[in-house]
């Protein structure tokens, strides 16, 4: 029994380590944004299926031969270390589509690994089955389910801050092999016991159908039901995640977090028959369910820590009533493979529906509240199926539905109010445009909105729309540096190069013989600032765009000689208020300097309601040699400008000495924060708390 306890407990820490390893190296190549983790999960998920029916296809087979196909998929999969995609093979080519770009890679590169580790846990239970035939197999399922927390919990803590990714890319390939001899060492138990059963072998068919004949037989809506659990469990993972991302950044404590409280549900349901209570859950659910919907209808309005709390309260509450339900419905141990199989058939159609479906379906964020209706209907079928309103108070009913209904109402509400004055909506792997128009005091505006963050404005009036407007105005630290460049001063041409377009509000400044060069990753903001916004047709410079992830672009141009020379570059590629990690990391800001002049200012947009970026940006800078200067400007709401933080990074003394820019400068807060790189992150030190 040890050996079993260990190789599931290895295989199951192993699988939960190699998801944020494999997500936090790919992340960069393919923008950085939510959706490139829910891509990583859809391909997770799906391979745990393929795992899971491996394991089903080969449990009648003797135990010899279990053992030799396992192994020969193990000493394959060893081929393949150390897991750690190629950057010179894999970064995606510019205008290469994203989703399939990703689960290739994840194919190719972890798909032999991770399907070893998939197929562990139901195959060792059903080894464990056989050589333990009078203990049952289940608790062995919430013992992978502690290692996969352990795994995820340690990880944004412990293994992420004080380990390079390439160095944990090598202690997981160690740590995988030790994961095969063990495996081994279990397929073959019996052999090495001394003690061969027959069916080592003899296949184990007519042993099954003997104890499938003592068994009941699965109906097709057992099979349903546990399919229709399953998918709502995993399609809340995904979705909190993905409103969690949405709004502060793409890092493995946001990933992690929410997979930890799913698994841990698991944990707890599977431990034995009185982990899940459904009357407290059943009242608890609500009682968490009613703040999440405020939080969604309130959004940015929320403090970050209480919008993490409330998300993970009712995500939590919600998979320990999915998974509840489902440990109350399970079949006898001899169907274990079969129960497992279509549970993990659910996990992949909720995150399929999450990551593939809904951005084709819906052009906003309407997964979150339609997968909670879809989850609350369920749980009620759940209960009905299990005969719960038969002893019920005749009231409950009722209550229920109205519950229900006011839940589809709520959450209706936010997602329906910008209809009425909503110019055009599109959405795509980088996520929700919304063109609204309003009036406002200084008068009629259209915005351009990414999620919940207004990414721009102009003035309809013809008369004020060549404003410079939202964080760009010209006492904004990017005025500064455009107005104030010794070039400027002098008047000779600039050359601009801006990463993220948004309206384009910056070409505002650009006077004859100037270039703007924008760099903007989502094809539709290009669309969308040419069609609905006048900025870039009524500029005077010579404006280009690129499209592409702005470092991968920045980079392709050094390797092929075309150093630009930038006068000014300004980094502003946020998306709603998650930050990009990997254009603000040392290596990108050594990117940035090669493409500078020596005189060169970068102006980074600092501008965020949860994370302070200014002490990281000074860390960053100081240590790549520039001079950091951070700039804050005040709210104008007659010019439509914004209170706006900019970090200005230069060697420009000449700038720097202007009496202007002089009395504008504001000192680097005292704020200790280790600089970024691309194998580490962290953003505690960053949290407006």
Request: charged share 15%.
């Amino acid at each position: 029994m040890p050996l079993h306890t260990i190789t599931i407990f290895l295989g199951s820490f192993l699988l939960f380590q190699l998801q944020p390893l494999v997500g936090r190296s790919i992340l960069p190549w393919f923008g950085g944004g939510p959706a490139v983790w829910a891509t990583c999960m859809v391909f997770f998920q799906v391979g745990l299926l393929a795992g899971y029916s491996y394991a089903h296809a080969i449990s009648p087979l003797s135990r010899t031969r279990q053992a030799c196909l396992h192994g020969g998929l193990l000493i394959a999969s060893l081929l393949l270390l150390p897991v750690s995609p190629a950057a010179d093979i894999w970064k995606p080519a510019q205008g290469s589509p994203p989703i399939p770009a990703i689960l290739s890679l994840l194919a190719t590169t972890i798909g032999l690994p991770y399907l070893a580790l998939c197929a562990s846990a139901p195959l060792v239970q059903h080894w464990f089955l056989h050589d333990f035939p009078k203990r049952s197999p289940y608790r062995l399922y919430s013992l992978s389910n502690i290692a996969s927390l352990l795994a995820l919990a340690s990880y944004p803590f412990v293994i992420e801050p004080l380990i390079s990714l390439r160095h944990q890319a090598v202690v997981w390939s160690w740590g995988f092999g030790l994961y095969c001899l063990s495996c081994a060492a279990c397929g073959l138990r019996p052999v090495l016991s001394g003690k061969p059963s027959t069916a080592m072998f003899s296949d184990n068919g007519s042993a099954d159908q003997e104890c499938n004949a003592n068994t009941p037989a699965l109906s097709t809506g057992d099979l349903m039901f546990w399919l229709l659990l399953s998918a709502c469990g995993s399609a809340l993972l995904l979705t909190t995640t993905n409103q969690l991302c949405q709004e502060v950044a793409v890092i493995p404590f946001l990933w992690v977090a929410p997979l930890a409280l799913y698994l841990l549900s698991f944990v707890i349901c599977f431990r034995n028959d009185h982990g899940y209570d459904r009357l407290l859950w059943g009242i608890l659910l609500p009682g968490f369910l009613v703040p999440a919907c405020s939080v969604f209808i309130l959004g940015a309005r929320v403090a970050l820590p209480l919008q993490i709390i409330v998300y993970l309260a009712a995500l939590f509450a919600g998979c320990m009533v999915c998974h509840g339900e489902l440990v109350r419905s399970r079949p006898h141990p001899a169907r274990l493979t079969a129960f497992y199989l279509t549970m993990s058939a659910g996990g992949a159609l909720g995150g399929m529906f999450v990551a593939l479906a809904a951005p084709a379906f819906f052009n906003d964020f309407w997964e979150y509240p339609v997968i909670w209706w879809v989850t609350c209907l369920s749980i009620v079928a759940a209960w009905r199926r299990n005969g719960l309103f038969k002893v019920a108070p005749s009231w409950l009913k009722p209550a229920i539905g109205c519950g229900i209904a006011v839940l589809v109402l709520t959450t209706l509400r936010p997602l329906l109010n910008y209809r009425s004055y909503t110019d055009t909506v599109t959405r795509n792997f980088y996520g929700v445009l919304r063109v609204v128009k309003h009036l406002e005091s200084s008068g009629e505006m259209r915005t351009l909105m990414h999620g919940a963050i207004t990414h721009g404005i102009q003035f309809v009036d013809p008369g004020k729309r060549r404003l410079a407007t939202s964080y760009y105005g010209p006492e904004s630290g990017v005025g500064l540096a455009l107005l104030l460049h010794p070039r400027r001063v002098n008047h000779l041409p600039l050359r601009v190069g801006i990463i993220g377009l948004g309206t384009g509000s910056i070409a505002v400044y650009g006077l004859p013989g100037d270039l703007f060069r924008f760099y903007e990753i989502n094809p539709a903001v290009i669309d969308i600032a040419r069609e609905h916004f006048s900025y870039l047709s009524d500029s005077a410079a010579r404006i280009e765009t690129v499209t592409g992830d702005a470092r991968l672009m920045l980079e392709a141009e050094l390797v092929s000689g075309r150093q630009q020379q930038f006068d000014v570059l300004v980094v502003d590629a946020f998306s709603s208020d998650a930050i990009p990690i990997h254009l603000l990391t040392r290596e990108c800001f050594a990117v940035y300097d090669r493409h500078l002049r020596p005189d060169g200012i970068i102006a980074i947009n600092a501008t965020n309601r949860f994370l302070n970026l200014v002490p990281l940006i000074g860390a960053v800078g100081r240590r790549e040699g520039f001079r950091v200067t951070p700039v804050s400007s005040p709210a104008n709401s007659q010019n439509g400008t914004f209170k706006a933080d900019w970090v200005l990074l230069t060697r420009n003394a000449q700038f720097i000495s202007n009496d202007t820019v002089r009395n504008r400068l504001a000192p680097v807060p005292p704020v200790a924060v280790r600089p970024w790189t691309d194998d580490y992150a962290s953003l505690w030190p960053l949290i407006k708390f």
